[in-house]
């Protein structure tokens, strides 16, 4: 207990967008973040200012110079600091009542002990054998997954136990093999599935440079990231992984939904007659752009 700390006080001020007994009810919810740079520490630290009791987080990496512009952890005091460690010491001085658990590079032998606890799971990674092992369990474990296309617009999507998981649904070439047993080949195509399905359902393609989109597609750069759409997308998983602990139906799916800010606009998947129609023409768009030089 940290001396003038109250959680009655520390959250008064969300009472009215949600109940005092729906407040008691995050403050004894857990959820497990999984990834703690950039959407998935945004999301993380609405999460922590929303009163949760228990976070568990997980990260394999420490801050780099180049995550100052978009991670919220992320300051010229954590370069070189393990992201999992950090963000969790900044977490804990915003609600010291909070129970915070912290893994490396270890989580996924002790995923199965951290999904006996939690209630939610956020995919903060942007590695396919990680999210592969995230939805497994899930799935196998009857917990929802909340997640976010690699998009140039804000995004988020929701997988429940009996949905479609994303290597199901976007076509991925692991299905049947072990999470742990991916190629370079099969991250190359999963990463291009996606593509084509935020190509297909959303205007992304006209709020991004698409030579660069092209090179990162094409393995030839580092994805791009921006403070205000990164830090969107986690709020927009923060909303949703509330929304999930309250038992609330925000009408979020597995195919998830865009955000554009531009118009702005809630850009929600094309009818599937007309995904059909366009996915061989942008399966052609992306091809050329990635060969182009």
Not at 55 to 76: G, H, K, M, P, Y
Not at 150 to 174: F, I
Not at 254 to 264: C, D, L, M, S, V
Request: aromatic share 8%; proline share 5%; with cysteine.
């Amino acid at each position: 207990m940290t001396a003038g700390f109250s959680y009655a006080e520390f959250t008064t001020r969300n009472i009215g967008f949600i109940s005092e007994a729906e407040q008691q009810k995050l403050k004894g919810s857990c959820v497990f973040v999984c990834g703690t740079g950039g959407m998935g520490g945004a999301a993380l630290l609405s999460l922590a200012r929303a009163g949760i009791g228990h976070l568990i987080i997980a990260d394999i990496d420490t801050f780099e110079v180049s995550n100052l512009n978009r991670q919220v952890f992320a300051s010229t005091d954590t370069i070189g600091r393990h992201k999992a460690e950090a963000a969790g010491e900044a977490i804990k001085k915003i609600n010291p009542e909070m129970v915070v658990e912290v893994f490396d590079q270890s989580w996924p032998s002790a995923l199965d002990r951290i999904a006996g606890k939690a209630a939610v799971i956020i995919n903060g990674t942007d590695d396919l054998s990680a999210s592969l092992l995230l939805y497994r369990t899930g799935r196998a474990r009857g917990i929802p997954v909340v997640d976010a296309y690699a998009s140039p617009l804000p995004s988020v999507y929701v997988t429940r136990p009996d949905d479609a998981m994303p290597e199901e649904r976007l076509g991925y070439p692991t299905v049947g093999k072990a999470w742990d047993g991916v190629t370079k080949a099969d991250r190359d195509a999963a990463f291009q599935a996606e593509a084509v399905h935020v190509l297909v359902h959303s205007s992304s393609r006209h709020h991004v440079d698409l030579a660069a989109a092209g090179e990162v597609a094409a393995g030839r750069r580092s994805r791009m990231s921006f403070a205000p759409m990164v830090i969107t997308t986690g709020n927009l998983m923060a909303y949703e992984t509330i929304a999930l602990l309250l038992d609330q139906r925000t009408g979020t799916d597995n195919r998830g939904w865009f955000f554009n800010p531009y118009r702005p606009a809630v850009e929600r998947p094309r009818p599937a007659l007309v995904a059909a129609v366009l996915r061989p023409i942008v399966k052609r768009f992306l091809a050329k752009m990635m060969s182009a030089p």
